[in-house]
């Protein structure tokens, strides 16, 4: 074999440019504070898009920055089409995606279309009286004639569904937070209002969408109560999880919803929707919400956010729920994200935490679809374990100590290690620091060559560098245990990527007829030989 180079093959590239894209994920809280109020804020984005583009990546997706009481931290939306003060203002957004433009990235921002804040004007409009023109904008219920809740349904953060409103005499439904009501996607008026806002963001110059939570945007109008939930193997921390959830979320009408955002984002050039999917029947909905041109253009799944071991079944399973197959989307895969632990610590050795690591990023961005990098996983960031009295994650909070709290993977990136809070702020953050974040800050690993952030750069390159890992087709060749191999081919262009996700060296061979160049390579020696987490990526030879 070859000593491992650079790929200097490109195809043409294909015409929607998301079609294999690297994403960044950023969380506007916790990335870089200008102000000094211990909050990260929009001009601290901006301030950091050169460093998001030395990645290499395609894209930013920004989580929620609009107007917000923060009960859920963004994710309760008071206002839809302002920024909330704490982040900044509609002139510091605008400046962000001149920026991020002028860089060559595209800008995605979150939107929820399931449920509001209580505080949003929608709601108390609504909740004024049953016969306003938004009284029927969101979840009413009367009573039970014991003035029980109208059905069974539970919210995710811990107990009924359904809050008491005295100046409706009824009950509103809310899947999350009493302070989330629901909003009724199945009325018409809801559904324009929701468009009128992503036409105010698209008007803005975004280049697309995640979508939050789209599978809870509609509910059962009957109100039938859901049925029991047969016993796992898991440990139920909330009443949630004893129902199967067949009536308040994954309504069938919902891809009909989702045909009305893509007549609209296709109004605009070379725009990106991506949709986030959870819940007992995933694999189907996905397919529902981006099938064929009239939906969606990608959406994720749980497949690796809460798997406890990463593995080569697991790897297998989750591509070939996705095959290159005429109607089906195009997949995009998080191994973690702001709601889910990461994965380092879920996953990797105590004492082989950078090999695996590493192995695990090139593993990552081989895979065929959208890749989206969770700020801080190109750090190697490890879980912060937060004190009881420094948590903010409401269900966190409510269920201690049995949920593991989000606030761990929403701690401050780490900037400069010899700065006060790691040059994240001036003044105390909102989340303390991980203790183990400050060897792992931006400029240490920018001093050295052998750094996990060096590493991911360079897979990042590789990723875009090669049309066959950025959008060709997959398919598995070997998935057992520990080894993991696939190639990956386009037109003009066939890689293999072969890894060892085990600790011990391992000897794997492909075709022997077939000629190959090494184009990158982790703990790998001729013949095929690969060590404890290690990885190949060969091109065929012509």
């Not at 860089?103 to 995605?108: D, M, N, S, T, Y």
């Not at 960031?381 to 009881?388: A, D, H, K, N, R």
């Amino acid at each position: 074999m070859n000593i491992p180079v650079q790929s200097i093959i490109k195809e043409d590239v294909a015409a929607t440019w998301w079609r294999g894209a690297t994403i960044y994920q950023v969380y506007p809280r916790s990335f870089a504070d200008t102000n000094g109020d211990g909050v990260g804020d929009l001009p601290g984005i901006t301030e950091k898009l050169d460093y998001i583009a030395a990645l290499g990546v395609d894209a930013v997706w920004l989580s929620p920055f609009f107007t917000s009481p923060m009960k859920d931290f963004g994710y309760d939306v008071a206002d839809y089409c302002d920024v909330d003060p704490i982040f900044g203002t509609l002139a510091d957004f605008d400046a962000l995606v001149t920026r991020a433009h002028a860089l060559g990235l595209k800008i995605l921002i979150d939107q929820v279309y399931s449920h509001t804040s209580d505080q949003h004007e929608w709601f108390a409009e609504s909740r004024g009286s049953r016969d306003n023109p938004k009284g029927d904008w969101y979840v009413w219920a009367d009573a039970k004639v014991d003035g029980s809740p109208p059905n069974n349904w539970q919210s995710v953060f811990g107990g009924p569904a359904w809050s008491w409103d005295a100046r409706r005499g009824q009950y509103y439904m809310h899947n999350f937070l009493a302070q989330q009501p629901q909003l009724n996607v199945h009325n018409p008026e809801v559904q324009d209002a929701l468009l009128g806002v992503a036409k105010f963001w698209l008007d803005r110059g975004v280049d697309g969408f995640r979508v939050d939570a789209i599978n809870f945007a509609m509910h059962d109008l009957e109100l039938r109560d859901n049925p029991p939930a047969p016993a796992g193997n898991g440990i139920r921390t909330r009443p949630f999880d004893f129902q199967l959830k067949v009536h308040n979320q994954s309504h069938p009408d919902i891809p009909k919803f989702v045909e009305r955002i893509r007549n609209l984002t296709d109004q605009y050039p070379d725009r990106f929707t991506v949709a986030e999917v959870g819940g007992a029947d995933p694999d189907r909905e996905m397919k529902a919400f981006t099938a064929g041109e009239s939906h969606f253009n990608s959406a994720y799944g749980f497949d690796f956010l809460y798997a406890d071991k990463l593995t080569p079944a697991l790897v297998r399973e989750a591509l070939e729920n996705w095959p290159a197959e005429e109607g089906i989307g195009w997949p995009s895969w998080a191994f973690s994200n702001h709601d889910a632990p990461r994965w380092i610590n879920r996953w990797a050795p105590d004492d082989a935490r950078g090999p695996y690591a590493r192995m695990a990023m090139l593993l990552f961005l081989c895979l065929r679809g959208n890749a989206i990098i969770w700020q801080g996983e190109e750090l190697g960031l490890t879980q912060v374990e937060i004190p009881f009295d420094r948590l903010q994650d409401p269900e966190a909070i409510a269920n201690w100590p049995l949920t593991l709290s989000r606030d761990g993977t929403r701690t401050p990136m780490p900037w400069q290690a010899e700065a006060p809070n790691c040059g994240f702020s001036s003044q105390t953050p909102w989340l303390p620091l991980g203790g183990d974040h400050v060897a792992l800050a931006v400029d240490k690993q920018e001093e050295s060559g052998r750094s996990m952030l060096q590493a991911t750069r360079r897979f990042i390159a590789l990723r875009q560098a090669n049309e066959a890992l950025r959008s060709g087709d997959i398919r598995v060749v070997d998935a057992q245990d520990p080894i993991l191999a696939f190639e990956r081919k386009s037109q003009h262009q066939t890689i293999l990527c072969l890894f060892n996700m085990g600790g011990q060296s391992v000897h794997w061979e492909p075709n022997i007829s077939e000629q190959w160049r090494t184009i990158e390579q982790l703990h790998a020696a001729g013949d095929w030989k690969i060590g404890p987490y290690g990885a190949l990526v060969a091109e065929r030879m012509i």
